[in-house]
């Protein structure tokens, strides 16, 4: 009957995702956002203390990588790129408590947030309402 294909439909276009749990994810991503941009800023800040530009550190990094270059490089730009680095790996599990931290705030656990970016990646109508909800 109609009313029993129109549940069907709408559970297939949201995959098993609830529009408050969509609603949350995408209000979660956006603070996500947020809280990358944060952590750049603070990775930027510790680039330029270090008296590197960010491109500078890129090919730093990219240097160091290629023993060739790396033998290139003077030992000031070497021990920069380290202090940058160990700061960098510090800077990561602080980084990624307070992901998790954020996610669970919104009443996610770190599995469920997982299955629904999947859900996302895989179902278009589900992603198109997502966007819709980001955009919005």
Do not use: C, W
Not at 61 to 72: L, P, R, S
Not at 76 to 104: C, G, H, W
């Amino acid at each position: 009957d109609f009313l029993s294909g129109t549940l069907m439909y709408a559970q297939e276009v949201t995959g098993g995702v609830s529009e408050k749990e969509l609603t949350s994810y995408a209000n979660t991503l956006q603070e996500l956002q947020t809280l990358n941009q944060e952590s750049q800023a603070e990775l930027f800040k510790k680039i330029q203390d270090a008296g590197l530009s960010p491109d500078k550190f890129q090919q730093l990094h990219f240097a160091m990588q290629d023993e060739t270059a790396k033998a290139d490089l003077s030992e000031a730009d070497k021990e920069a790129y380290q202090n940058i680095s160990n700061d960098i790996q510090k800077m990561q599990p602080v980084f990624q408590q307070r992901m998790e931290a954020l996610i669970k705030e919104h009443g996610f656990n770190l599995d469920r947030f997982e299955e629904i970016a999947k859900e996302v990646r895989d179902n278009p109508e589900l992603a198109k309402k997502l966007q819709a909800l980001l955009v919005g």
